[in-house]
């Protein structure tokens, strides 16, 4: 990064950031490394990188997401492919698949947190914030008696 030029320090380090992403690192999908990892790169303090990624999220490069820090969306948001970064990402995505491909029809009972911690090698309570994860996003709800069910797809939806 030059400093050569007249521009304040956190524009610099964005601009910097910016050309990285456009070059694929990290890449559209993947989180952007944290801003205590940035200040230590950039051999500044953290508020500066908070400006920095600021500018970034104003330039719909980068998305925060609670509790998890800031995703690369690249030069088109639209196109990317969210990127699993968590077992439990990992695992709701396997599920979205199978509710997208008719495997897991609306209706259907889903597997337990139990089965689901078996069938994937976690913890219960890794398949239970993957089953939460589905259900923010609404492909999901629980329903009493039944335990957590495909929700019926709107007609338009994919």
């Known amino acids: 990064m030059s400093k050569a030029t007249d521009a304040p320090t956190y524009l610099r380090i964005a601009q910097d950031i910016r050309s990285r992403i456009l070059q694929g690192d990290p890449p559209a999908g993947a989180m952007l490394p944290s801003e205590a990892t940035l200040a ?42 969210r ?6 990402e990992t695992i709701a995505e396997t599920l979205r698949k199978r509710i997208d491909s008719g495997d897991l029809t609306a209706g259907r009972q889903l597997p337990g947190e139990a089965a689901i911690a078996e069938e994937f090698g976690v913890s219960k309570g890794t398949a239970r914030q993957a089953l939460q994860l589905l259900a923010s996003e609404g492909l999901i709800a629980a329903v009493l008696g039944m335990g ?8 338009g939806d994919t």
């Not at 953290?46 to 030069?75: D, F, N, P, W």
């Not at 957590?148 to 007609?155: E, G, I, P």
Request: net charge positive.
């Open 83 to 88: 990127a699993a970064a968590t077992q439990y």
């Open 40 to 81: 230590r790169t950039y051999g500044v303090a953290r508020g500066t990188v908070r400006q920095a990624v600021a500018e970034l999220e104003r330039s719909g490069l980068v998305a925060s997401e609670a509790g998890r820090g800031r995703r690369v969306l690249g030069s088109d948001p639209a196109t990317v492919v």
């Open 148 to 155: 957590r069910v495909v929700k019926a797809q709107a007609k």
